[in-house]
């Protein structure tokens, strides 16, 4: 089977910044009480007319610059969000369109902070069996068009960001190892959006209160599946891999909470120096959380030609999912 790599990785950040004294105008909290119980300073959030897609637009544009491909080189567009431009189409049709990748085939993928995983997955058997050659991965959110600003429980955790990677076939030792994928869709209601599908239509029951059009979380209960299902899936990619806990250079994991990412590091046995974190700038971006970590990691020399990687990601659904990577 051909192993996939990949060979260009981009993310875009929005300008403004909501910062923690910012939200304690807002809402009953404090910057202490955030950063101790998150790890958050700050986030970044979209300008009303900027949506999904043009945010993702920018991330392709660094990631195709690296990879020295063109938009019409570009054989599949996968998205992990939730939070498309539009219900339908798809996100996917909407970078299509406005990247200019008019050669490709379009897939969204809803599986929320694991969607960019899931589809660098899906995107890596395209290119194991020959039937893509280069695959655009994208995980990006808006999540402030879906954070209740009066829920402190939520709002203080989520901002807008993209990333993206180009993947495809590795013709030497690096790529992507291994992957793992799950679900437990039994725990659908520690975190959804009431309103909005087919079980609540938008439009049908009158008017909807602000609150069932965004995020509901569980905190707490979510906390205890993350700590232990990114723990298990990181370790198990990485035994997979062949990674010791010594060869693993970074770790990348999904920027839900600074304590998710502790209790993941000591499951899979890498010092906190291996561990990248960038949560206190932009909180958690659900999809776009792990390219954008990955984008950075690269630019700042973290990763390099022959790095051993784990990425791991976790949200709602249940859904989870990692994968050991040679870069
Ligand atoms: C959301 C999260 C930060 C809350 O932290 P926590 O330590 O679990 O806090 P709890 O939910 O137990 O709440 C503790 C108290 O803080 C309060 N609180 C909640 N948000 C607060 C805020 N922003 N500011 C101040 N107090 C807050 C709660 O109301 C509660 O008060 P009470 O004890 O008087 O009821 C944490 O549960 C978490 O990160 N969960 C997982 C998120 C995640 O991984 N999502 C993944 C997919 S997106």
Not at 91 to 109: E, R, V
Not at 226 to 255: C, N, W
Request: hydrophobic letters at 40%.
């Amino acid at each position: 089977m051909t192993r996939a790599k990949i060979i260009g990785i981009g993310s875009y950040t929005p300008e403004r910044v909501l910062t923690n004294s910012d939200l304690e105008k807002i809402v009953d909290t404090s910057d202490e009480w955030i950063i101790s119980r998150t790890g958050i300073i700050e986030r970044h959030i979209a300008a009303d007319d900027e949506d999904t897609s043009d945010m993702c637009v920018e991330a392709a544009k660094s990631a195709l610059d690296m990879a020295g491909l063109k938009e019409t080189d570009i054989d599949m567009i996968i998205a992990g969000t939730v939070t498309p431009d539009y219900r339908l189409p798809s996100l996917s049709c909407m970078i299509q369109k406005k990247l200019g990748a008019s050669n490709s085939a379009t897939m969204d993928i809803v599986a929320a902070c694991a969607g960019f995983i899931h589809g660098l997955s899906v995107a890596q058997a395209y290119i194991a069996t020959g039937t893509y050659k280069n695959i655009l991965v994208f995980g990006a959110e808006k999540l402030s068009s879906i954070t209740n600003y009066d829920d402190r429980n939520t709002c203080v955790l989520f901002g807008d960001a993209a990333g993206a990677a180009i993947l495809t076939a590795s013709d030497d030792e690096s790529g992507i190892l291994s992957t793992y994928l799950k679900s437990d869709g039994n725990l659908d209601r520690l975190l959804y959006i009431e309103a909005g599908g087919t079980h609540t239509p938008y439009g049908q029951n009158g008017d909807f209160r602000k609150q069932d059009t965004c995020i509901v979380m569980h905190g707490n209960e979510v906390f205890k599946h993350a700590v232990r299902y990114m723990g298990d899936a990181a370790a198990r990619v990485a035994k997979e891999a062949g990674f010791t806990p010594d060869s693993i250079d970074l770790l990348v994991p999904h920027q839900a909470n600074i304590r998710i990412i502790q209790a993941t590091a000591k499951r899979v046995g890498v010092p906190w120096e291996k561990v990248y974190l960038n949560i206190e700038k932009y909180g958690n971006t659900s999809a776009a959380s792990v390219p954008l970590a990955l984008d950075q990691a690269v630019k700042e020399g973290r990763i390099k030609k022959g790095s051993n990687i784990v990425i791991v990601a976790f949200g709602g659904g249940l859904t989870w999912g990692a994968a050991a990577i040679r870069w």
